[in-house]
């Protein structure tokens, strides 16, 4: 079916009706009124040829149809708004405007806060949301970066969008410093042995899939959705957990664990910006893609080797 054949309001309906599921606050919602929106619904109906919403008792239900079209439609609805709010110039300067970027508390912490404040001297008019990346995204990326401006994502990850280069980082690892099962340096029997604490799910990282071909299967006792609860979890057990280094470095202090060096060659962290396709040529996205790089570009390459060392050493030094 062409799409110039179609009423693109009805998009808007759709989604209102999937949503509310009640005609009159969907109506409301949109601006119709009650008997319009029973006419939206009906050529809805025809077109797809399902019932969209069926009656239950005193409230309405979805079909089957219905729930598929459910994210569907939220996604065509955030697509369609960022299509028609893209501007030909951006002034940053004098610009009122919001970016949302999916993050990491990682990426929040080591790359997010020297943005927002670049953001904050040469456009003071531009606001920055950061929202936590969902766990399932490698499952949705499409709809997820339809609903943002852009996902701060390491590579190897994802991948089918465009993305622009920011930053490399190390890995290391944490480990108790009361832990008297390590030595001085790690091994690969420590890594099998030891339970570990991991940030959501443990192949995420191309740093653990590797262990897989090296035969460590870890051993996953703790999973946490912040990377900056991994030295909590590590502290007092005999827990080890892989940590980016420079995100160690910054939590230099705040528990009593010790950053070692991986005892294999941890393929490094190249960070990256990724956007969906409808952002492309949009000057605002630009400014800020091209704002990212210089940041990324600006960032102190982390060494590539660290000695053991305590994270507690100042707060006990």
Not at 177 to 185: A, C, L, P
Not at 194 to 201: A, E, G, K, N
Not at 225 to 232: G, H, I, K, N, V
Request: proline residues 5%; charged residues 20%.
């Amino acid at each position: 079916m062409s799409l110039s054949s179609l009423d693109l309001n009805l998009v808007l309906s759709l989604r209102a009706l999937l949503e509310e599921r009640n005609v009159t606050r969907a109506g409301q919602r949109v601006g119709l009124s009650q008997p319009a929106m029973s006419a939206a619904l009906a050529r809805l109906r025809r077109h797809f040829d399902d019932e969209l919403l069926f009656r239950s008792g005193g409230h309405y239900e979805l079909t089957a149809l219905g729930r598929a079209l459910l994210d569907r439609t939220a996604t065509a609805c955030d697509l369609l708004e960022r299509v028609f709010t893209s501007k030909a110039d951006f002034v940053p300067g004098s610009e009122e405007h919001e970016f949302t970027l999916l993050s990491s508390d990682y990426a929040t912490a080591v790359f997010g806060a020297e943005l927002a404040r670049v953001v904050h001297a040469q456009a003071p008019g531009v606001r920055l949301r950061f929202q936590r990346t969902p766990p399932d995204v490698t499952e949705n990326t499409a709809a997820m970066l339809s609903t943002a401006d852009g996902l701060f994502m390491p590579h190897g990850v994802i991948s089918g969008f465009p993305t622009v280069e920011l930053f490399t980082d190390h890995w290391a690892f944490l480990v108790a410093d009361t832990n008297d099962e390590v030595g001085d340096r790690l091994t690969m029997e420590d890594l099998a042995r030891l339970p570990w604490v991991t940030y959501q799910r443990t192949y995420d990282a191309p740093a653990v899939r590797q262990l897989s071909m090296l035969g460590i299967d870890p051993r996953v006792e703790v999973s946490v959705d912040t990377f900056q609860a991994l030295p909590f979890m590590v502290a007092g057990t005999r827990r080890i957990a892989l940590v980016q280094r420079r995100l160690a470095e910054r939590l230099s202090g705040v528990a009593a664990v010790r950053v070692m060096e991986p005892p294999y060659e941890a393929v490094p962290l190249q960070e990256a910006l990724w956007w969906h396709p409808v952002h492309t040529h949009d000057a605002a996205h630009i400014w800020l893609r091209e704002t990212a790089a210089r940041v990324g570009a600006g960032m102190t390459a982390p060494e590539p080797g660290i000695a053991a060392a305590a994270v507690t050493e100042q707060a006990s030094g």
